[in-house]
């Protein structure tokens, strides 16, 4: 059974620093992409960073240069190391597979038989 579980959220200054953490269960990284996503206060969700099998790691074009995601594949542990974080990035962060790559960026994707995998989403909360 695919099993995500979030920590590491909350309260930071702008300009300040968080890491996220994802422990994985019931996959390996070497199966499916992996992705963090966040869901801000009334807005629709979004894809903040993909890191695919292959070892390429992906971002939205607002995070890149402060955001790093990362895997440790002997913890089967993925984190989101953001720096520099700005109020407007307020949001519930989730961790989720699989991040489906198109050109130009990523987004989710839902299995083949439908199944998605999402972790409790863990809460950011960058005061002006």
């Known amino acids: 059974e695919v099993q995500l579980q979030a920590s590491g959220g909350g309260l930071v200054q702008a300009g300040g620093s968080l890491r996220l953490s994802c422990a994985a269960s019931g996959f390996t990284f070497d199966d499916y992409a992996i992705g963090w996503f966040r869901q801000a206060p009334g807005k629709e969700r979004e894809g903040v960073s993909c890191?695919?099998?292959?070892?390429?790691?992906y971002y939205a074009d607002s995070v890149k240069g402060r955001f790093t995601i990362s895997n440790d594949n002997a913890k089967n542990t993925v984190y989101l190391q953001m720096n520099n974080l700005k109020p407007e990035e307020t949001a519930v962060y989730y961790c989720a597979t699989r991040c489906l790559l198109y050109s130009g960026g990523f987004r989710y994707g839902k299995f083949r038989d439908g199944s998605e995998y999402w972790g409790k989403g863990t809460l950011v909360t960058v005061s002006s």
């Open positions: 890191s695919s099998p292959d070892g390429s790691t």
